[in-house]
């Protein structure tokens, strides 16, 4: 899950702003599970994208 997202129960504001030492707490707590975990779905997708479209191409100059 992306922080972006998230709101804060302490203060009601986002996470991804940090204006509370839980939000700060959190952000970094997330940050810290996954390399991938500030990315937005969008990035993964393009991400993803690339990764298959060279696989093709690697493939097909093999071929």
Wanted: overall charge positive; hydrophobic content about 50%; some cysteine.
């Amino acid at each position: 899950m992306t922080y972006d997202r998230l709101v804060c129960a302490n203060c009601a504001a986002p996470v991804s702003e940090g204006r509370c030492r839980v939000c700060r707490a959190n952000r970094e707590r997330l940050q810290q599970e996954s390399p991938f975990a500030g990315l937005n779905p969008m990035a993964l997708i393009s991400l993803l994208a690339v990764l298959i479209a060279a696989l093709v191409l690697v493939a097909h100059q093999t071929v």
